[in-house]
């Protein structure tokens, strides 16, 4: 059990590294310079290479690197330049509405996803159990992102019943929780009809239904 969990740990610690790896090289590799894209075309030489300095970009690519990692590991992310604050403090801002979306989203998902399952594999091979799986398969096959724009369109644009952005309360919440929950409602569904469906043709079963 040990040797198991030190193995997860170092795939774990491993699969991190490349991330952040990962991350460093995009960023570094991507067109343009950060100096230059955080302060504006038309910024005067002296301020883009005071910027440089300061974010550290003026050092070699390894010098770079390391003071990443070693930033990484103390949860030190970085500067956003977007909102000229700390990345961590702007990520953990936005945490508690993260986890609420994801719980939407999981309620959502193993509610109807566990309905269309036991429904469909109730009666494995009935019309029902093909109707359903093939919507599930559909529904899986869907791209996330199209989902969320054709839930907009429809329910806020053409409809006009929930709004298309914003926050705070639970109409705002409908829109991205059922978006993130259309694929693994699909896959929640199409798993519980398995089960149901090999539980439905064990013995005991089959010998229970004569008996009522």
């Given at each position: ?38 302060l ?20 070699p690519?390894?010098v770079?690197?390391?003071?990443f990692?070693g930033?990484?590991?103390?949860g030190?992310?970085g500067r ?32 109807v996803?566990?309905v ?6 109730h ?22 992102f ?24 639970l ?14 409602t699909?896959?929640v569904?199409?798993?519980t009809?398995?089960g ?10 089959r ?6």
């Amino acid at each position: 059990m040990g040797a198991f969990l030190l193995r997860r740990l170092a795939v774990g610690l491993f699969t991190i590294w490349g991330v952040l790896t990962a991350v460093f090289l995009i960023v570094r590799l991507a067109p343009g310079d950060q100096a230059t894209v955080a302060l504006g075309p038309d910024a005067a030489p002296g301020q883009i290479a005071e910027l440089r300095h300061t974010l550290g970009l003026d050092r070699p690519v390894l010098v770079q690197y390391l003071v990443f990692l070693g930033d990484a590991v103390r949860g030190d992310f970085g500067r956003s330049s977007r909102y000229g604050r700390p990345a961590m403090e702007a990520v953990l801002e936005r945490f508690p509405a993260t986890v609420t979306l994801t719980l939407a989203a999981t309620v959502i998902a193993v509610a109807v996803g566990i309905v269309l399952g036991v429904v469909a594999g109730h009666r494995p091979g009935s019309l029902v159990d093909r109707t359903t799986s093939t919507v599930t398969l559909g529904l899986q096959a869907l791209p996330p992102f199209w989902v969320g724009v054709m839930l907009i369109l429809v329910l806020a644009l053409w409809l006009r019943v929930l709004p298309s952005a914003g926050g705070g309360d639970l109409e705002h919440l409908v829109l991205p929780a059922v978006t993130l929950a259309v694929p693994f409602t699909a896959l929640v569904g199409r798993i519980t009809r398995s089960g149901v469906a090999e539980t439905m043709s064990e013995a005991y079963v089959r010998t229970a239904r004569p008996r009522g």
